[in-house]
């Protein structure tokens, strides 16, 4: 094992001190080496140092302006700090160099829909589920995506997909829930909020939801 899977097994264990030793001794061995500072940044930025990381990725564009990872952890470090913005920019660039991944697909849609920009945010979304069926929040986030375009029935089949992959999934019930109220089918939205309260009794939207259709009853 060489010293960079050291260090990301490292980082897989949530030892980030040692993680941090192992990438600084890459960096110091060979300083032209752009993965050492990805990797470095992205020790900083588990460890809440987003500010610094971000210094580490734009080293790692700087030594290689094709190292998509480095656009790709920058653009997370924008989103979790509702640079959406930004980070759009940083998840495009990282495609446009090749990193043609689901989490990379996603996380562009899920940029894109906090702008408000649905329906540029769909192919992504939809492809990010196409390169990884087996994500339950990528199914979640493209069913939602769906939705807001009133893409109903479309985005039943997601939501429904999701809760086979999670069925502790609160959210995707709930919207499940919101979606066959949509289509009519109160026995069906009943069942739906009463299975995310069955899992978070504190699930205010479910809560509220259930007593409307209820109450229309």
């Given at each position: 094992m060489d010293k960079n899977q050291?260090?990301?097994?490292?980082?897989?264990?949530?030892?980030?001190?040692?993680?941090?030793?192992?990438?600084?001794?890459?960096?110091?061995?060979?300083?032209?080496?752009?993965?050492?500072?990805?990797?470095?940044?992205n020790v900083l930025s588990a460890v809440g140092d987003d500010e610094k990381a971000l210094k580490f990725y734009e080293k790692a564009i700087q030594l290689d302006e094709n190292t998509?990872?480095?656009?790709?952890?920058?653009?997370?470090?924008?989103?979790t700090n509702?640079?959406?913005?930004?980070?759009?920019?940083?998840?495009?660039?990282a495609m446009k160099?090749?990193?043609?991944?689901?989490?990379?697909?996603?996380?562009?849609?899920?940029?894109?829909?906090?702008?408000d920009q649905g329906k540029f945010a769909l192919p992504y979304l939809q492809r990010s589920v196409e390169l990884n069926e087996e994500d339950a929040e990528?199914?979640?986030?493209?069913?939602?995506?769906?939705?807001?375009?009133?893409l109903i029935d479309e985005a039943i089949v997601q939501f429904e997909k999701c809760i086979q992959l999670d069925d502790e999934h609160t959210d995707a019930y709930y919207n499940l829930g919101v979606s066959y109220a949509f289509k009519e089918k109160a026995?069906?939205?009943?069942?739906?909020?009463?299975?995310?309260?069955?899992i978070q009794p504190d699930h205010l939207l479910a809560g509220h939801a259930k007593k409307l259709i209820e109450s229309a009853k």
């Open positions: 050291l260090g990301v097994q490292y980082m897989q264990e949530g030892k980030w001190e040692e993680a941090a030793k192992i990438f600084n001794e890459i960096i110091e061995e060979n300083p032209n080496d752009p993965i050492a500072y990805i990797n470095f940044g998509a990872a480095a656009y790709y952890s920058a653009g997370n470090i924008y989103f509702d640079k959406f913005d930004q980070a759009k920019k940083m998840f495009e660039l160099k090749g990193l043609n991944t689901s989490d990379n697909y996603f996380m562009l849609g899920l940029t894109l829909m906090q702008l990528a199914r979640f986030q493209y069913g939602l995506c769906l939705a807001q375009l009133e026995d069906k939205a009943l069942a739906m909020f009463d299975r995310a309260l069955e």
